[in-house]
């Protein structure tokens, strides 16, 4: 019958038995069976003692670090496909903003001469979509009268204004969206700026 494969761990815990052993075998042979047993065998087979001591301890020394390895690789698949799932989306969510830009775009322009149910339709739509990014993990950066922050926001420009704090978001031109945290668009904004 075919002896089946071991795995390295299996193979580790063979040669540590088969090094305990020889090591066991090792002393044993050392104790005097009689007083005839010279200074010089003893000392042989105490120094062949020492060497399969060594072997023991570097091979059980192996064995922690390929476990200790094992465990790395299997910590940074893990989180591999975590983020590989949190962000799995970040394409389509980019699809999607062009949709809702054009809805907030569509609502302010119905303020004026459209019928009620058209506004309220517009509304409820853009609201539909929203909540359907919300449950996805994606947040809405509307950054208005915020301090300028140029890891979520882009400037487009710089605007004199004394009434202002210099460096504050006074206008959104696009919302910035983020997902699960990640920056996704940044928002286009105008910057204040002190007045000279």
């Known amino acids: 019958m075919a002896k089946e494969p071991q795995t390295p761990s299996q193979q580790d815990e063979s040669e540590h038995s088969t090094l305990e052993e020889e090591i066991h075998d090792t002393v044993e042979a050392i104790e005097p069976e009689s007083e005839a047993v010279d200074n010089a065998e003893a000392d042989v087979l105490a120094a062949k003692v020492e060497e399969l001591e060594e072997s023991l301890r570097e091979a059980k020394d192996q064995q922690l670090r390929a476990a200790a390895e094992a465990q790395n690789v299997r910590r940074r698949a893990e989180q591999d496909v975590d983020k590989a799932r949190k962000f799995a989306l970040e394409k389509f969510v980019k699809e999607l903003l062009p949709v809702i ?75 910035g969206y983020l997902l699960n945290g990640r920056l996704v668009r940044p928002a286009m904004v105008v910057v204040s700026q002190a007045a000279s």
């Open 101 to 175: 830009d054009s809805l907030e775009k569509a609502q302010e322009a119905m303020e004026d001469g459209a019928s009620e149910s058209h506004r309220e339709g517009v509304a409820m739509t853009l609201k539909l979509q929203q909540d359907v990014l919300g449950k996805f993990g994606v947040e809405v950066v509307d950054p208005h009268g915020e301090p300028f922050d140029p890891q979520f926001h882009e400037a487009l420009t710089m605007v004199p204004s004394p009434d202002v704090e210099p460096n504050s978001v006074i206008e959104v031109m696009q919302k």
